[in-house]
């Protein structure tokens, strides 16, 4: 950098573009209006059930219906102000229910659920914290886990009641929607990813208000627009951007579980062909699910000519994915603008760059050894274009476009010091539609803004206005569309006796190799490599049993680095695995575990063709051809997608259907069909 040259500063704002003067509105006034239009043209919900049996509610029975169950929840004692934790399977009593605590200004708190509320796994343990959290609450689940619920009750370890649905009396006189101000809080988003302490961000009405129109301006969505949506309804992007933005527009849209969407993909698709959906979310890892489960001969039943845009966010974007996708479904009609990479976070209720309409997704080519040895961009050429897999050389990175409106974005070095245009830092953003901070976690806020900005904990750059992201803070990690903290994954890991105390690093990373997110753990251990086999296998089984996702490698280092101040520097693991410097011990390690399936019925026959069919089975969709048949599921690199790929697959050569909660309770291959 020369004296007296002139740079840019990495500082963009958008203008208002009119969003001061819009009519802030509360979330039950968006449904309410949405209701009075639906009385008259019918638009509304469809539900999608696993078996393609569409459900419809208009938003007329859903605001009747939310007015009457908000009547069970005040039965219940239930005032303005209380929570409601949401502990549902079923998207239609999600949804119903979410509107009714909106009626009742109840504060719903969203949370996944287990299907089988296995004591000690993550799902239990951000429960227990999550409650502990919250002020006056309930838990509303279905009749189907009330028992769950109950017995961690009996045992001690929940002081929470528990109602289910299916019980709320539905109330038919007298009720009367509460009305809140635009500064109460409509709902609190809680991190997806920790568990040991998750963080609930507070999202009021106002918060929402400008979001859904900075969505609805900057993405021009309009009444005539059907969204398509599989995401979770506890994430931002299913709820938010999937849902509430759309009865704000009092479009249509179709809600298909996530669950259903991983098993029958191909069913999604023919629905959103069916209602000719315009609008989709697919981040990177959904986009690779449908490149490799959409049979190349059912592409001439899908018609995408439909679609407008298809969001592809919530996690890194691979531009090598992307066209992969295009690639597949360009015989499908799909335009060639229809792909919309962009960047939010639920910190900001979802959305916070996009890109131009109808433009061609952008990317920069990065050169790698410049990028890997400092924080600054060295460009190759001007022009995007493929990337050999065999060229190291290179890193893409995907624009995710400019601040939507009213929305400023900064990149600050490690001492909160203004950068320069394509220098990487941390990204740090303000906007009406970012949270005041996080519930009840007063830790947590004390170093959440700076100077009025919000420190998103990720890491990119500007360039020529736009925001281009390269990668996550130091501890999250990416896997199958779900997020998980370093620290927990470190944390679970530290409970077996063989892992000492501060002596284990996570990383979460894109493999650029086989473009695929990948999980490794690295423990400190000086002693011989042979003892360290058990060991690894140990920590992938107990990682795996706790998150239900597969750990790629645990690798022994001689030390874990750590700054002058004790901090973990996970990213130089990192960067040594990428550069295949641990090759050769992952090879040791390999090479000496469980015999072939061939060797193994040596000593463990299989008793029937259908046991050596699923052994089959397991083997190709676990890509482990070491499988035994007592072996357990989880044990040996299952997880929840491939649980469920496996579920169909078995559908599909014995027409036999596997309830989830009976496959995990025995989750061997000689499971009886």
């Known amino acids: 950098m020369g004296a007296g040259t002139n740079y840019m500063k990495a500082h963009i704002k958008s203008e208002d573009k009119g969003l001061k003067n819009i009519i802030k509105t509360t979330l039950f006034e968006n449904l309410k209006e949405a209701s009075e239009n639906s009385s008259r043209n019918t638009s509304g919900i469809y539900f999608i059930s696993g078996d393609g049996t569409e459900l419809f509610q208009s938003y007329f029975e859903l605001y009747i219906n939310a007015i009457k169950l908000m009547g069970g929840l005040r039965q219940l004692g239930l005032k303005q102000g209380d929570m409601v934790i949401f502990q549902l399977k079923s998207e239609f009593n999600f949804i119903n229910l979410f509107w009714a605590c909106i009626a009742g200004g109840i504060i719903p708190v969203p949370l996944t659920i287990s299907s089988t509320g296995a004591k000690n796994s993550e799902w239990y343990l951000k429960l227990k914290n999550v409650c502990h959290q919250l002020e006056k609450h309930i838990i509303v689940t279905e009749k189907e886990f009330e028992s769950i ?93 999937m849902h509430l933005t759309f009865v704000k527009t009092k479009g249509n849209q179709f809600i298909i579980s996530p669950e259903t969407f991983i098993k029958r993909p191909l069913l999604f698709l023919e629905k959103v062909t069916k209602f000719k959906a315009t609008v989709f979310g697919c981040p990177n890892f959904a986009l690779s699910w449908l490149v490799e489960k959409i049979p190349d001969k059912a592409l001439e039943e899908i018609d995408f000519s439909s679609i407008r845009q298809i969001y592809n966010g919530a996690e890194p974007i691979s531009m090598d994915v992307v066209r992969k996708f295009k690639n597949k479904f360009k015989q499908c009609s799909l335009n060639d603008t229809a792909m919309f990479l962009v960047y939010g976070m639920a910190e900001a209720c979802l959305a916070v760059t996009f890109p131009n309409l109808e433009e061609i997704e952008k990317s920069h080519k990065i050169n790698r050894a410049a990028f890997t040895q400092s924080n600054k961009v060295t460009y190759i050429d001007n022009e995007v274009t493929y990337i050999d897999d065999i060229d190291t050389n290179f890193i893409e990175f995907a624009d995710v476009g400019s601040p939507l409106s009213g929305i400023e974005i900064k990149i600050l070095d490690d ?148 700054t002058t101040s004790g901090k973990l520097q996970r990213y130089k693991l990192a960067k040594q695995y990428l550069n295949e410097e641990f090759q050769d011990v992952i090879s040791m390690i390999s090479s000496t575990s469980e015999p072939s399936i061939d060797e193994s019925l040596k000593t463990y026959p299989i008793e029937s063709e259908v046991e050596f069919e699923l052994l089959k089975i397991w083997s190709e969709i676990l890509d482990n051809t070491k499988i035994r048949r007592d072996d357990d599921f989880f044990s040996v690199g299952g997880d929840s997608l491939k649980m469920m790929q496996i579920l169909e697959e078995i559908h599909k050569r014995f027409n036999a259907d596997i309830p989830v909660k009976d496959f995990i309770k025995l989750s061997n291959s000689t499971f009886p069909l």
């Not at 900075?214 to 951007?241: E, R, Y």
């Open 149 to 241: 619920f109950h017995s961690m009750i009996d045992n001690g370890e929940l002081n929470s009641k528990i109602v289910c649905i299916e019980d709320l009396e539905r109330k038919e006189n007298n009720l009367i929607p509460y009305n809140p101000d635009l500064k109460d809080i409509a709902f609190i988003q809680f991190s997806s990813g920790s568990t040991g302490n998750p963080k609930g961000v507070m999202l009021t009405h106002e918060n929402l208000s400008y979001n859904i129109n900075q969505i609805i301006s900057s993405g021009k969505i309009t009444s005539n627009d059907f969204v398509a949506n599989w995401m979770p309804l506890t994430h931002d992007m299913g709820m938010i951007g």
């Open 415 to 562: 001492n909160d010091v203004l950068l320069n245009e394509s220098e990487i830092g941390n990204i740090v953003i303000k906007g009406p539609n970012v949270t005041q901070g996080y519930y009840n976690n007063k830790e947590a806020n004390e170093d959440l803004f700076i100077e009025g900005f919000l420190r998103t904990g990720d890491l990119g750059f500007i360039k020529d206005g736009r925001l281009v992201i390269t990668g996550r803070k130091k501890d999250v990690i990416f896997l199958n569309g779900q997020n998980f903290f370093a620290h927990d994954i470190e944390r679970i890991c530290e409970e077996l006796e063989e892992v000492e105390m501060g002596k284990v690093a996570a990383c979460g990373l894109t493999n650029d190799r086989i473009h695929r997110q990948e999980m490794i753990v690295f423990i400190q251990y000086k002693r011989k490599l042979e003892d360290f086999i058990h060991i690894a296998e140990k920590i992938k089984k107990h990682v795996n049993k706790k998150t239900g996702q597969t750990i790629t490698h645990a690798i022994p280092v001689k030390v874990i680095p750590r």
